[in-house]
């Protein structure tokens, strides 16, 4: 089993910033791929950015340029910058095992873009 713990969501106005991260732990062997995914409420859940334990990174075309994401070890993270409203949704952690069907959540964690 693995454990994914996020952090770092909150309320921030436009134009600011964020930064996520998440970390991972129980049984992680072998090369994976750990991403952030969003969620506004009635819309699916889809891809930020994801980065595999070689450290290639791999980002939705809308976001890059003002999302980043670097990896330590089994820590993940996410800078966003030039937040706006559109950014606002829970974000999710993910951990996929490379050349595999099995894969881990977290719990989410909100970000909400206002003034």
């Known amino acids: 089993q693995v454990q994914l713990v996020e952090s770092g969501g909150g309320l921030v106005q436009p134009g600011g910033s964020l930064r996520l991260s998440c970390t991972a732990s129980?049984?992680?062997?072998?090369?994976?791929?750990m991403g952030w995914y969003r969620q506004a409420p009635g819309k699916q859940r889809d891809l930020v950015a994801s980065?595999?334990?070689?450290?290639f990174p791999n980002y939705a075309a809308s976001l890059k340029g003002r999302f980043t994401i670097t990896r330590a070890s089994n820590t993940v993270s996410l800078q966003m910058n030039s937040l706006n409203p559109d950014d606002t949704a829970v974000y999710y952690c993910?951990?996929?095992?490379?050349?595999?069907?099995?894969?881990?959540w977290g719990q989410g964690t909100q970000v909400t873009v206002s003034s």
């Open positions: 993910k951990l996929q095992r490379s050349g595999s069907s099995t894969y881990y």
């Open positions: 129980g049984s992680i062997v072998g090369p994976n791929v």
């Open positions: 980065i595999t334990s070689y450290g």
